[in-house]
């Protein structure tokens, strides 16, 4: 019986923590500009504000929170993926991005908002918790991505993954639209901007994984010939 009652609890503590985050995700799509505070969450998620600090000591920490979470639902499918049988080409593993990433409503927003908090609000024991984390997902999916690219060699699959997702939040870091630019962004010198950005960036993704793929096929063949000639 104590048993149960332990796994229920621990159920509603997990179910509260979601309706937290569900909460604070719903009020920054309605106002990405700001950070809404944690009474404006508790409210939204219908609970205490007290009962939010249990979980989140800080609003800044319950943003990192969510972004984790959008990072491991990217991660899970993609292993998922990636631990299918059979070979995989790039469109699938864009396909995994785009629906996370790219087409994910505040994924990337929360992205670089996130990367500018651990610089300067979020506890450094905490970023750092969160950096392992990404971390052990990141290390796991790219030791996966190397057994369906065998022009990857040890470790290309994390560094691939890394560059990819640079990639993606630079390019949205500069192409995204900033709303206080407004109708300034019609002046011709700044139209350079105005693109779309999954196209550009499925380009750009494109180019990056041919490139790399094709880079270390060609250098395949040359360790083996000088491994060669090292035995004569």
């Not at 923590?17 to 106002?31: M, R, T, Y």
């Not at 959008?70 to 469109?91: K, N, Q």
């Amino acid at each position: 019986m104590a048993i149960k009652q332990r796994a229920m609890a621990v159920e509603d503590k997990e179910e509260r923590h979601n309706a937290i985050l569900d909460a604070a995700e719903a009020l920054f799509l309605e106002h990405p500009d700001r950070m809404a505070n944690v009474s404006e969450v508790a409210e939204t998620a219908g609970v205490a504000k007290g009962t939010v600090y249990l979980y989140f000591p800080s609003k800044e920490e319950m943003l990192l929170a969510l972004h984790e979470r959008h990072v491991g639902l990217f991660f899970g499918e993609l292993t998922a993926l990636l631990d299918r049988p059979g070979s995989l080409d790039f469109d699938e593993v864009f396909a995994v991005t785009r629906k996370h990433i790219v087409r994910g409503p505040s994924y990337l927003p929360l992205t670089s908002i996130c990367f500018g908090l651990m610089d300067r609000e979020i506890p450094l024991e905490r970023a750092l918790e969160f950096k392992v984390r990404v971390g052990q997902m990141l290390a796991a999916a790219g030791g996966r991505l190397e057994r369906h690219f065998p022009g990857l060699a040890p470790g290309d699959g994390i560094a691939l993954l890394c560059n990819s997702y640079g990639l993606m939040v630079g390019m949205w870091q500069l192409l995204n639209p900033n709303k206080r630019l407004g109708a300034a962004l019609e002046r011709p010198e700044l139209r350079m901007f105005r693109v779309d950005y999954e196209r550009e960036v499925e380009s750009a993704l494109r180019a990056l994984w041919a490139g790399t793929l094709a880079r270390n096929s060609a250098a395949a063949p040359a360790k083996v010939d000088s491994a060669k000639r090292k035995r004569k």
